[in-house]
């Protein structure tokens, strides 16, 4: 056997070891830590698609011929999936294991109920102190003992708050289910990353320890206050002209902040920061102000952007290429400036010859310098649209409007043309006229586009005239929308404002859509497909597999269904696609931009796809 060959062989044989250790763990923190006592099921390690196929297929109703009591558990790196399976109850879990450790757990009862219901705080505080003790002998952390010295003493006083100089204890009686949060104090802060959070109900049914995967880097505080709004109020206003729907609004109230946070190259440790946030003197429609991040231990830049209604959003790269040209810009004044006077001084001095090999000799060095100021920095990723390449023939929506006898919907999509010969990237912001703001909003997106492509990036799929107003989904807005709101959009436009270039605004009318009388979808390429199909038909669809192509129109794989699934009339339909075996005939495939179409018994769908 070739050496080549054997280093490989031994390769997978140690990865296969360590997923049996975590699929290990994973059943033992079932069976002591969440207390479902798997003694006598039939284990079974499965591939993780396989798993996972099973908890969204009981979550979603379908059927499936499952009896005994017997664990479905499986792992791809440090993730392992579980489906428990009992003549009472089926349930699903998802583990996160690093170095030994479960940094995080989540399951839920998917059909039938786990344990005893129950509103008493005090036993679920016992049951809480049960599970942290189990767990802290599972993996070996002396810190569990700590916390579950706490856990009992808020069982056996009826405090809410439990402190001491180097940790605090919160309990947060929620009805039937219980919220306990343990932080480890920095100085006189807390932080989430130096936490363990559990919520306990019939059983254990979330655990999140980050004490396990953080540390302290240094507690050192050099930049004051006051030093960091002044800072941060500098990158703020500089950072106002870049911001379209800003426009002729100012900084009204300031709130700082002292944080512990990840970074400076290094995911796991913390360093103090200041989190300045500045809220707008007026309002800016899904913006409400600005903020700028600095640590505090070197005063160095970390982060900044915008405060939104539904969060933070770091507009951090968006500005570095008018802070990379200024200083380019400042470069060629200096030299110039410096040049013309060297040349004037040795001009009075030389021969009429030496004149011309000094001017050539400027020249030169001129052309040079302007070559580097207009040049890009070298990136494997470029900027989309420029000054000299407008974002508007570049970006290009399509509003398809749906309509059939069962339902009828809109579905928005965008064409991104990447002319460039590396990958482009784009910061748009959508959004609608105001009327429509409460039914239909969108956060800042960062779009990569491969080079010499056009990619359809899939913005909105909307039911209209339901009852129901849904949410966001991952990269897109996936929301049904009663009567008021199908009106308002009737009148309403879409606009797409490109951040970091001022000025540069895509609007295009609803009323302008594209009359579609078939079912049609969009979906989000992880680890699965999560697939979500408007069927405006009055017919159930029957699906027998689905073809998946690149962004280019390259087939990718074909796979087929095994079981029974159907695609319900009237209505925004959720499916799980597994692109990988056995449904398709070869391995797993990645698809980011891309498409699927899904084969019927009325005809094909297709599915746009964007990268989860």
Not at 59 to 83: M, P, W
Not at 288 to 315: C, K, N, P, R
Not at 506 to 534: C, M, W
Not at 551 to 575: E, F, H, Q, T
Request: aromatic residues 8%; proline residues 5%; charged residues 20%.
């Amino acid at each position: 056997m070739s050496r080549p060959l054997l280093l490989i062989l031994l390769f997978i044989a140690v990865l296969h070891a360590e997923n049996l250790q975590h699929e290990e763990l994973a059943l033992q923190f079932l069976d002591r830590v969440v207390g479902l006592s798997l003694e006598g099921y039939e284990i079974t390690h499965a591939d993780p698609g396989f798993v996972l196929r099973i908890i969204h297929a009981i979550d979603r109703g379908i059927h499936l011929n499952l009896t005994g009591r017997v664990v479905y558990v499986g792992s791809y790196h440090s993730s392992v999936y579980a489906a428990v399976i009992s003549d009472s109850y089926m349930a699903g879990a998802i583990f996160e294991i690093v170095n030994g450790k479960v940094v995080s757990y989540k399951t839920e009862a998917l059909r039938g109920e786990i344990g005893i219901n129950t509103n008493d705080t005090v036993r679920l505080l016992r049951e809480a102190y049960r599970s942290i003790r189990e767990y802290g002998q599972l993996v070996g952390a002396s810190y569990y003992s700590r916390m579950a010295e706490m856990i009992l003493e808020a069982a056996d006083t009826g405090k809410t708050k439990i402190e001491d100089e180097r940790h605090v204890l919160l309990v947060v009686p929620r009805g039937n289910y219980l919220e306990v949060s343990w932080f480890e104090k920095i100085g006189n802060y807390t932080t989430r990353y130096r936490s363990i959070h559990l919520v306990v109900s019939r059983i254990v049914m979330t655990l999140e320890d980050n004490m396990a995967l953080y540390r302290v880097a240094t507690t050192n505080i050099t930049l004051t206050r006051d030093d960091a709004v002044h800072a941060a109020m500098r990158v703020m206003y500089r950072l106002l002209p870049w911001l379209e729907v800003a426009k002729g609004r100012g900084i009204g109230e300031v709130s700082t902040a002292l944080e512990y946070r990840p970074g400076k190259g290094d995911d796991t440790s913390l360093h103090p920061l200041w989190v300045v946030k500045a809220k707008f003197d007026k309002p800016a429609g899904e913006i409400q102000g600005l903020y700028a991040e600095i640590w505090a231990d070197s005063g160095d830049l970390a982060d900044y952007g915008a405060l939104t209604v539904a969060g933070t959003y770091s507009l951090a790269s968006v500005d570095l290429k008018n802070e990379v040209q200024s200083r380019r810009l400042t470069l060629l004044i200096i030299a110039v400036a410096a040049a013309s006077l060297l040349a004037s001084k040795l001009v009075r001095q030389i021969t009429a010859t030496d004149k011309r090999v000094l001017i050539a000799y400027v020249t030169a060095v001129v052309v040079a310098l302007v070559a580097l100021v207009t040049s890009p920095p070298k990136s494997d990723v470029v900027e989309l649209c420029t000054y000299g390449t407008p974002c508007q023939s570049l970006i290009r929506p399509v509003i398809y409007t749906l309509q059939g006898p069962g339902a009828s919907g809109v579905l928005v999509l965008l064409n991104i043309t990447n002319p460039r010969t590396l990958p482009a990237r784009v910061v748009i912001w959508p959004y609608t006229d105001s009327p429509l703001h409460p039914y239909v909003r969108w956060s800042p997106m960062e779009i990569v586009a491969p080079p010499k492509s056009t990619i359809i990036h899939p913005l909105l799929l909307a039911m209209v005239n339901a009852t129901d107003t849904g949410g966001r989904i991952g990269l897109f807005v996936l929301v049904a929308l009663d009567s008021q709101a199908t009106s308002l959009m009737k009148q309403a436009n879409i606009t797409i404002s490109v951040l970091g270039n001022p000025g540069a605004t895509i609007t295009t009318p609803f009323k302008h859509g594209i009359l579609l009388s078939e079912p049609a979808g969009i979906a989000e390429s992880r680890y699965l497909l999560d697939v979500y199909i408007l069927n405006p038909l009055d017919a159930e669809l029957q699906p027998y597999g689905y073809y998946v192509f690149d962004y280019r129109g390259s087939l990718l794989a074909s796979c087929r269904l095994d079981y029974r699934r159907s695609i319900m009339a009237k209505g925004i339909n959720y499916l799980v696609l597994w692109p990988g075996p056995p449904e398709c005939g070869q391995d797993r495939v990645s698809v980011g931009y891309g498409y699927l179409v899904i084969t019927t018994n009325k005809g094909n769908i297709t599915i746009y796809v964007v990268p989860g």
